[in-house]
């Protein structure tokens, strides 16, 4: 067998080659990974934000139409009155 006949230093070599680049690869994976969760943790704090201000901006609507519903009742009452 091919592996049985090389010296145990070059198998010894490989091994430590390859764990070297299996942890290098790792290493990768998580910091691609952690950019990738701080992203997505960006893009849903974005996503609340835009919800907030449309939740705001029908409210402020209903506000201003409520504003002027009173400002006409007024105006009314008082061509009534005079």
Do not use: W
Not at 50 to 57: A, G, H
């Amino acid at each position: 067998m091919l592996g049985d006949s090389l010296p145990y230093d070059f198998k010894d070599t490989d091994m430590k080659r390859l764990s070297m680049e299996i942890e290098k690869e790792k290493v990768e994976y998580m910091e691609k990974s952690r950019h990738l969760q701080e992203q997505l943790n960006e893009l849903k704090t974005e996503i609340e934000s835009l919800k907030l201000k449309e939740r705001e901006s029908a409210m402020d609507i209903m506000h201003e139409n409520a504003g002027s519903k009173q400002n006409t009742i007024k105006k009314g009452r008082r061509a009534v009155c005079i």
